[in-house]
């Protein structure tokens, strides 16, 4: 079973910027974190979890959303088992709690996917107006 370690949410102020991180670990049977489709995912209080960004294999963009397209940038270093999430220009409504999943990639598909199996634990961010 994979692992994953979301971290670097906080509190800002509206306008400001974040970075989150999320380590992976624990992968057998011979495959590696660049085996993997990685994707952030928020969810804000009484709201529904939403797809943030997600990201193939080799660290190309495989989907943004567009609430947050200019502002948000996923990337990932295979080297370190790390998924990143620069969040710049905060709005108070990116307000949640942010999720890292993962999901083995099959030959033949995308990494734009919504199904993910491992998921981290999620790390808060608050933005103040």
């Known amino acids: 079973q994979v692992q994953l370690v979301e971290s670097g949410g906080g509190s800002v102020q509206a306008g400001g910027s974040l970075r989150l991180s999320c380590e992976a670990s624990?992968?057998?049977?011979?495959?590696?974190?660049?085996?993997?489709?990685m994707a952030w995912f928020r969810q804000g209080s009484g709201r529904e979890r939403e797809r943030v960004a997600a990201?193939?294999?080799?660290?190309?963009?495989?989907y943004i959303n567009a609430s947050v397209k200019g502002r948000f940038t996923a990337s990932r270093d295979n080297a370190k088992n790390t998924l990143y999430l620069q969040m710049n220009s905060l709005k108070p409504e990116d307000a949640a709690m942010y999720y890292c999943?993962?999901?083995?990639?099959?030959?033949?598909?995308?990494?734009?996917?919504?199904?993910?199996?491992?998921w981290g634990q999620g790390t808060q961010v608050n933005v103040s107006s």
């Open positions: 999943a993962a999901h083995r990639w099959t030959y033949g598909t995308s990494c734009n996917i919504f199904v993910f199996d491992n």
């Open positions: 624990g992968f057998t049977d011979g495959y590696n974190y660049s085996h993997y489709c």
């Open positions: 990201i193939s294999l080799s660290g190309g963009g495989a």
